[in-house]
C-alpha cells in the first residue's frame, strides 16, 4: 500500500520490476494480505502495463494462479487484473510453461479452457459476483463467459447474483456490462 502511494520515481522504479513484487507477495507472505493491499497490488499491477509487459506478462504469471487459489480471501482484484493479461498470451499462442501451468488444459483450445476454469473459481468463491463480468468484460469474452455460466449448475443464479451487484460499479461499466443482458 506504502508502494502505490510512493514519490513518482519510487513508484516508477517498482512498476518497471511488478514481477519482483508479485513473486514477493506469492513467495514470501506469511498471511493473505489485507484486501486493501490486494487492491493496492492489483493497482499498480494494472499501472505497469504502461512500464513494460514482459516484468507484467510475468507477474500476471505469478498473481493469477495464486489469486485462483485462495477462493476464501478478498482476491478478485488481481484476478482482474490478471487474467486478461494472461488470457491475451494464450490467445496469441506465445504462452510460457509457467502460463500454462496456471489451467489443466483437457482441450485444444486453451482459452475455452482458461475462460471455463474462471468461471468455475468465480462460481466457487467468496468473490462478488459482478467481479467475474469485469474480468471478462477486460478480457473481451463477456459473452462467451456468460455462454458458459448459463449452463453451469445453479448458473442461472449466479447470472441473477451478477446482475444485483451490477450497481455498485461505476456507471460507464454499468451500461457496458448490461448491455449483454439486453441481447
Request: hydrophobic residues 50%.
Amino acid at each position: 500500500m506504502l508502494l502505490a502511494r510512493a514519490a513518482p520515481d519510487v513508484k516508477g522504479y517498482v512498476l518497471e520490476q511488478i514481477d519482483l513484487l508479485a513473486d514477493r507477495t506469492v513467495h514470501h507472505y506469511g498471511a493473505m494480505p489485507h484486501p486493501a493491499a490486494i487492491e493496492a497490488l492489483a493497482q499498480l499491477f494494472r499501472e505497469s502495463g504502461s512500464w513494460g509487459m514482459p516484468a507484467q506478462t510475468r507477474a500476471a504469471e505469478l498473481l493469477l494462479p495464486y489469486a485462483l487459489r485462495h477462493r476464501n480471501a478478498q482476491v478478485s482484484p488481481l484476478i482482474i487484473a490478471a487474467f486478461p493479461i494472461a488470457y491475451a498470451e494464450l490467445a496469441k499462442g506465445t504462452s510460457t510453461p509457467n502460463l500454462l501451468s496456471i489451467f489443466l488444459f483437457y482441450d485444444w483450445d486453451r482459452c475455452r479452457t482458461a475462460r471455463e476454469a474462471l468461471v468455475d473459481a468465480f462460481v466457487e468463491s467468496v468473490w462478488p459476483p459482478v467481479d467475474l463480468l469485469v474480468t471478462a468484460l477486460n478480457a473481451d469474452i463477456v459473452s462467451e463467459v456468460l455462454g458458459y455460466l448459463a449452463h453451469r449448475y445453479r448458473g442461472p443464479q449466479y447470472i441473477a447474483a451478477i446482475k444485483e451487484d451490477i450497481p455498485r460499479l461505476p456507471l460507464e461499466i454499468q451500461a457496458r456490462l448490461t448491455s449483454f443482458f439486453e441481447r
